[in-house]
């Protein structure tokens, strides 16, 4: 089946530094990724909408600059949270879409952002 | 507004205690709708996409339904490896890029 991987895992940081979250999709190509947020005991929150080529769309109260997404090949999205604070804290998922597959989502296992 | 409501919140199984989880959905033209299962601390696991009204999916012990307003992921005789929070998710006919709308989630425990 579909894999799609994250890394890293566990990322622990100092407020004000820079985080970086790669999500790749290991068995297909995939034209859009998605970056979600999930608080404790919460569904997954669209953050945005990262397209191969093009700039990425983003969810209404989204910080543009704060969370940047590139999607520079279409097996890899990178989010970078930039000058984080424990607000930032979150468990982080992406999913990648296949198009050969009726276009299902299929998500990464998520990376835990701790931010002291 | 497209929206996916799910119930029960949470749900308490005995082990071999048949039982289903309902996903009512509004929006503007079906594309899909998936049901995912997730694991504490890890992302959601594809388990099926439905298309149309009328049609239904199984895996082992999992079965799912679709009608014009809902769907039900039917739980036959559960195991304790079944404990997970199952999600719904629709995606509309217009989206062009894909997105889509989750529910909050039904929580199972299976209990042996």
């Known amino acids: 089946g579909a894999v799609v991987s994250q890394h890293p895992s566990w990322v622990i940081c100092k407020s004000g530094t820079s985080v970086k979250i790669e999500c790749r999709s290991l068995?297909?190509?995939?034209?859009?990724m998605f970056w979600y947020r999930q608080f404790p005991k919460q569904s997954l929150m669209l953050m945005a909408t990262?397209?191969?080529?093009?700039?990425?769309?983003?969810e209404q109260g989204v910080e543009k600059d704060k969370f940047l997404i590139n999607h520079a090949s279409l097996t890899l999205s990178t989010l970078t949270v930039t000058s984080a604070h424990p607000e930032d804290s979150s468990f982080y998922i992406c999913?990648?879409?296949?198009?050969?597959?009726?276009?299902?989502?299929?998500f990464g296992p998520g990376t835990r952002l701790l931010v002291l | 507004e497209d929206q996916v409501t799910q119930s029960p919140e949470a749900l308490r199984l005995q082990e071999g205690e048949s039982s289903s989880l309902n996903c009512s959905y509004t929006?503007?033209?079906?594309?899909?709708l998936f049901w995912y299962r997730q694991d504490p601390g890890k992302g959601p696991e594809f388990l099926f996409t439905?298309?149309?009204a009328g049609e239904e999916k199984e895996k082992e012990r999992l079965k799912a339904t679709l009608t014009k307003k809902e769907s039900f992921l039917h739980i036959t005789a559960p195991k304790p490896e079944d404990s997970a929070t199952y999600l719904c998710?629709?995606?509309?006919?217009?989206?062009?890029?894909?997105?889509?709308?989750f529910g909050r989630g039904t929580q199972l425990t299976v209990w042996p």
């Open positions: 999913s990648a879409r296949d198009l050969g597959t009726k276009e299902t989502q299929y």
């Open positions: 068995d297909f190509q995939a034209t859009t």
């Open positions: 990262s397209n191969e080529g093009s700039k990425a769309t983003y």
């Open positions: 929006v503007s033209g079906l594309r899909g």
């Open positions: 439905l298309y149309s």
């Open positions: 998710a629709v995606q509309a006919r217009g989206s062009t890029l894909g997105r889509l709308y």
